[in-house]
């Protein structure tokens, strides 16, 4: 490497602070903003970057990498017995054959288009089958990459601007499908990709519940890399374009509005503006009521029954211990009928026990996450966090009750 070269975390020999801060630089995080999302000062940041401080323990470590979305965890610490995926999941066997067909140009054009509305049921199954399966990236993996190629040729075979709008629209949802899929797989790039194929069809489409769902995913995908500038561009100009069409509006419209609303308030939570988070929260509540009985969103799961869980993140990611868990005990899991959104919400209402200094309580909850949907679980980093700081615990009983999650994780060896 010459003199002059940044060093790379991933490669090079480097001391704990040296590595938080490339790490953080490359998040593009100040050292005030990481201290703050770490419930920290940018000064203790300093003195540990400047090595004043030595390695913290092990519970600040994973609260670093959480905020970092480091993809493993020696990657932050340099300690190649402490290489464990974080936020980035074990890979899906599926993997492979859904990238090749997202990767496919199909320039020869040869691929029979089927028709629209046997593609339209496809889509209704895929969705119905990703919120029953507990495994819903082998249900979905499954069926991809011929709905990514068949959504793709019924755009190519549109003859009229209006067919060709709604085949953009189908090939949209298409590609937020196959991104609930590649979420967390060891494959960030193609989540990007796939993630700007969306929001482009759903653009071509200019049918405004497909812009809502593109930029739902998008500001997603941004709050979790932590662009949370990004993430507020997305959302709030999509609410622009999609308040003055609410008077008029269906409920899968009001319902993808609202889901956006939600996200504008995580932002604000994450950058620890309480009132700008609970007046989003509050505005999304007021349209889910609003809301047919039942209804339930097929792909941002934006209903009256995930008020609740909404609920339980905003406090989380404000940091109030107590609120999270008063939020915690008041939301009610069972209401969600979604599997995968079910145990992502017992993970929230874990995370929120945690942070109320209740990890006994946390760990029985991320056993009813897995549960309930355990490849949620084995994707999810806050859950994999919790688990693996409990392992160090210095109680006996609760170090044997996260080790033996741990192993059925895969984060330990039996």
Known sequence: MSSDASPDPYADQLLFGQRLQILRQRRGLTRDQLGGLAGRSGEWVKALETGRLRTPRLEIILRLAEVLRVRDLSD???DQ??????FTGPGHPRLPAVREALDSLQLGGDRQ????????????RAWRARHSAPNHRDVIGSLLPDLVLDAQATV???TTVPARKAAQAQLAEVYFL??????????A???WRVAERGMMAAQDSEDPHAIGMAAWLTTQAHRDSTHLDAADAVALETLRYLEPLLPDAGPDVRAVTGALIVEAGLTAARRGESGTAWRYWDEARRLAEGLPAGY????????????GAHAVTVAVELHAGGESARQAARAEAEAIPSRPRRARHRIEQARAYHLDAQPDVALATLAQAHE????????NGYAKRIVLEEAASKSPARRRRASELAQRLGLLTA
């Open 156 to 158: 190519r075979a549109a």
């Open 178 to 187: 196959a991104q609930f899929f590649c979420a967390y797989q060891p494959d």
């Open 372 to 379: 309930a949907a355990p490849e949620t679980v084995r994707y």
């Open 296 to 307: 339930f969103h097929p792909v941002t799961s934006f209903s009256r029954a995930v008020l």
């Open 189 to 191: 790039p193609l989540v």
């Open 76 to 78: 932050l610490t340099g």
């Open 113 to 124: 288009a089927p028709p629209a509305e046997h593609l339209s049921a496809r889509l209704t």
């Open 81 to 86: 017995s402490m290489a464990v995926s974080l």
